[in-house]
């Protein structure tokens, strides 16, 4: 192979390269957006889910026992540490939870919806505290 062949080998890798790199950066953007629609249709559930809740007589069913449970032991442990930030799984650590990374992404949601209902406030990324 002479110089002027590999050249060329070079530049078609090149042209290929660069193609995928744009469609990648295509999905990222289509997926980016997809993700926020869908977060912004969860708040919208959220919101419509505790707007209901608060209208509905009094007798009726409360939410599971488990969610509760779970949003409740969230609450109690920045309640008992107002000033302090974390992290999912540091939270999980702290309630003696699973810290499996599928158990810990739900709590991650729990947290963003939280954020979103105005109980906290995110001084990083990833971290979570009590809103003051």
Do not use: C, W
Not at 37 to 49: I, K, M
Request: hydrophobic share 35%.
């Amino acid at each position: 192979m002479n110089v002027i062949e590999l050249l060329a080998d070079l530049q078609a890798q090149h042209d290929e390269t660069t193609a995928r790199a744009g469609e990648l950066r295509d999905r990222i953007e289509h997926l980016t957006a997809t993700l926020a629609e869908t977060e912004a249709r969860l708040a919208d559930l959220a919101t419509t889910r505790k707007v209901i809740a608060e209208l509905a007589p009094a007798g009726t069913e409360a939410d599971p026992p488990e969610t509760n449970t779970a949003y409740q032991a969230i609450v109690n442990a920045f309640n008992q540490h107002p000033g302090q930030a974390f992290r999912a799984r540091e939270l999980h650590e702290l309630l003696g939870m699973l810290t499996d990374e599928a158990t810990v992404n739900i709590t991650r949601s729990r947290l963003g919806r939280l954020t979103r209902q105005g109980f906290l406030t995110q001084p990083g990324r990833g971290r979570y505290q009590k809103r003051t």
